[in-house]
């Protein structure tokens, strides 16, 4: 069984930066492509980012891109969000996740595991 456990979450006035983490533990954690989503209130979860087991091939929603980078540390068994010039609309639960197979995926109906989020509150 992998665990997965999310950290770093607050609240943030606009324009400022939060880096989340999320360990990971129970299986091989470098045999994993990691995973960033989102949910907001009164929406649907979405995907904000992928990193590749390897960190090779890394993926980011258009929303993010430019101000989200996702990397790994294989060797703490951790992925982690940096976010950088926040904005309201960032405000959601963040939740990472784990899947198995070949390729990173932005669906998350394609990810194994799944951890419990945590909030992320940008003020205006």
């Known amino acids: 069984q992998v665990q997965l456990v999310e950290s770093g979450g607050g609240l943030v006035q606009a324009g400022g930066s939060l880096r989340l983490s999320c360990a990971v533990s129970?299986?091989?954690?470098?045999?994993?492509?990691m995973g960033w989503f989102r949910q907001a209130p009164g929406k649907e979860r979405e995907f904000v980012a992928a990193?590749?087991?390897?960190?090779?091939?890394?993926y980011y929603a258009d929303s993010v891109k430019g101000r989200f980078t996702i990397s790994r540390d294989n060797a703490k068994n951790t992925v982690y969000l940096q976010m950088n010039s926040l904005k309201p609309e960032d405000t959601a639960v963040y939740y990472c996740?784990?899947?198995?197979?070949?390729?990173?995926?932005?669906?998350?109906?394609?990810?194994?595991?799944w951890g419990q989020g945590t909030q992320v509150t940008v003020s205006s």
């Open positions: 996740a784990a899947k198995s197979g070949d390729t990173p995926s932005g669906s998350e109906r394609n990810y194994n595991y």
């Open positions: 129970g299986r091989t954690f470098s045999s994993y492509h």
């Open positions: 990193i590749s087991w390897s960190g090779s091939y890394i």
